[in-house]
C-alpha cells in the first residue's frame, strides 16, 4: 500500500464519486484523480471536490497512477482497456466495480498490456439512486468486496487491493470469475429483475394503493436500466437458470393455492421466512451490512 501515490477513478457517478471521496478519507496523502466523459458530471464533481483532480481527458487521468479503478457500465470496459492500455505505468494495478466478472476478465487479458496487473473488484455497496451528488465517503463501511482471480493474476496486486478495500471499510473475500458470475446470478441480478417484474405486473392505478411492503420489495427495481442491462447481458447463462428456478418455486405455490393445499402454502412459506431468518442471523453475526 505504501507504494500507492495515485489512485484513478474512471466514471464519476454514485460508486466511482464514492470510492474517491472514500480513498482521500482513507488515504489522505494519496491523489485521487477522477475522469467522467460527461462535461457536466465533470463540473459538478470539482464543486463538489470528490476527487483531488478531475480531468477532462481519460489518458490522462491514467498517466501517473499506480491503482485504476473503472466504475462505469460493464460494457464499456473492453474499450476503455483498450483507450488506456498504452498509457498506464508499468506495474500498475487495474481493477473495476462490475457487477459481473468473466467477461471483464477476458477482456482485461486482451486488451490491456501484460506490464500491468488486472484484479477484478465487486464492492457489494450501492444504491438505487444515481449520480455524482449522490456520492458518500461511507458507503463501503462493513460491506463486502469480492475480488475476483484466475492462477494468472499477479499475487502481489491482489495483496494490494485485500489491503486497499479493507482500509476503504470492506470484509473482502476472494473467488474465480465463474463463481462470482453464478453466485450474484441469483443474489444480486435475479433479486432486480425479479422485483421489476412484479412492478410491471401491476397497473399504474393499483400500485397508487401499494404499502411499505411493496415499496420495500421492490425498492431496487429503481436502479438504472443501462446499468442493469449490461449486467444481465454479460451473465446471461447464469441469470436464465435462476428465472427458471423462480418459475418453478411460482410455479409450485401457484399449484398449491390452485388446488388450496394449505399445508403445502404454509410449508413454501415457512421454509423462505425460515431461510431469510438464518440469512438475517448470519449477517448480523458476521458484522456485514445488511441495509
Avoid at 450501492?126 to 458507503?139: K, P, T
Avoid at 473482502?172 to 453466485?183: F, Y
Amino acid at each position: 500500500m505504501n507504494d500507492l501515490k495515485q489512485t484513478t477513478v474512471i466514471g464519476l457517478g454514485l460508486l466511482g464519486a464514492s470510492i474517491s471521496l472514500a480513498v482521500m478519507r482513507s488515504f489522505p496523502r494519496m491523489k485521487v484523480v477522477g475522469y467522467t466523459h460527461r462535461a457536466s458530471t465533470r463540473d459538478k464533481a470539482r464543486q463538489l471536490a470528490v476527487a483531488t483532480e478531475v480531468v477532462d481527458e481519460m489518458s490522462r487521468s491514467v498517466m501517473h497512477a499506480d491503482l485504476v479503478i473503472l466504475a462505469t457500465p460493464i460494457c464499456t470496459f473492453e474499450s476503455i482497456f483498450g483507450e488506456i492500455g498504452d498509457g498506464l505505468p508499468s506495474g500498475c494495478i487495474v481493477t473495476d466495480v462490475g457487477s459481473t466478472k468473466v467477461m471483464p476478465h477476458r477482456w482485461a487479458a486482451s486488451r490491456l498490456p501484460r506490464t500491468v496487473h488486472y484484479v477484478g473488484s465487486h464492492p457489494i455497496a450501492g444504491s438505487e439512486q444515481r449520480g455524482v451528488e449522490f456520492a458518500r465517503d461511507d458507503l463501503f463501511d462493513q460491506a463486502m468486496c469480492v475480488l475476483t482471480t484466475t492462477k494468472n493474476t499477479n499475487r502481489q496486486a491482489v495483496q494490494t487491493l485485500e489491503e486497499f478495500w479493507s482500509k476503504l471499510g470492506c470484509f473482502v473475500k476472494s473467488m474465480a470469475p465463474a463463481r462470482h458470475d453464478k453466485i450474484f446470478a441469483n443474489v444480486s441480478h435475479l433479486p432486480h429483475i425479479t422485483a421489476a417484474a412484479l412492478v410491471n405486473a401491476s397497473s399504474e392505478a393499483d400500485l397508487k394503493f401499494a404499502g411499505k411492503g411493496f415499496i420495500d420489495t421492490s425498492r431496487i427495481a429503481s436502479g438504472p436500466a443501462n446499468i442493469w442491462a449490461d449486467v444481465l447481458l454479460t451473465n446471461a447463462g447464469n441469470t436464465i437458470r435462476g428465472i427458471d428456478r423462480v418459475i418453478a418455486q411460482l410455479t409450485e405455490l401457484r399449484n398449491a393455492i390452485q388446488s388450496k393445499d394449505e399445508s403445502q402454502i404454509e410449508r413454501l412459506l415457512e421454509k423462505a421466512r425460515a431461510k431469510r431468518a438464518a440469512l438475517i442471523d448470519y449477517k448480523i453475526k458476521s458484522k456485514e451490512m445488511i441495509s
